[in-house]
């Protein structure tokens, strides 16, 4: 008897170990193949005022943004750490209320969709400067490219319609490149208003999405 329940406890454990595993994954399943509900618009519309106001800013104090590169990154640097601040703490805020425990899970893979474009960015920018800074105008459309794919990246967890705010995201970033191509200089609206466009189309997109959620309960 005694041998019995000594082979019993290790298989308890293995069996409570499995089912909490099980639970975990369903719980990451559930996740996972949930929309977030958490993007407001309120914040992305506060994002794009941002951006025109940035590149406003920069176009009556900068004279020359191409020899001043790195107050010019540094001021759009600024301005994505804000943004990200207020969209971050309006979907910390709409998550925990509308989806109740699955908030901090549904966050995390939301952030998990667009980490590889904001390192790809940061990459970027990083080599750029250190190899070949004479074509740091290169920049904006770039980045514009990356933040397309990033949203791309989460469309299966975004509200519907998103996919129109990458394509536009992706033209634009193209866009740019050829605009720029022929001067080759860095301008405050080539960051401006695609970024302020961009950001008031996820602005609509995001209140359609709730519109279309409170009709339907």
Known sequence: MGDLDRTSGPNRASDLNRALADIVAIRSQLVRGTAFSGYGPAAFAATAGLALATALSQTLLLDDPDARPLVFFGAW?????????????????????????????????????????????????????????????????????????????????????????????????????????????LSPWAMGVPFAIGQGLMTLVIRAASETDHAQR
């Open 77 to 185: 640097i600024a301005t994505a750490v804000v943004a990200l601040g207020l969209i971050g703490a309006e979907m910390r805020a709409r998550a925990r209320r509308q989806t109740g425990g699955l908030g901090d899970g549904m966050i995390h893979d939301a952030v998990e969709q667009f980490l590889p474009a904001g390192a790809a960015g940061a990459l970027l920018a990083l080599v750029l400067a250190r190899v070949s800074p004479e074509n740091l105008w290169l920049l904006p459309g770039l980045w514009q490219v990356l933040v397309s794919l990033g949203i791309f990246a989460g469309v299966r967890v975004m509200p519907r319609g998103v996919a129109l705010v990458g394509a536009w995201y992706l033209v634009a970033g193209l866009a740019v490149l050829v605009m720029t191509g022929e001067s080759r200089s």
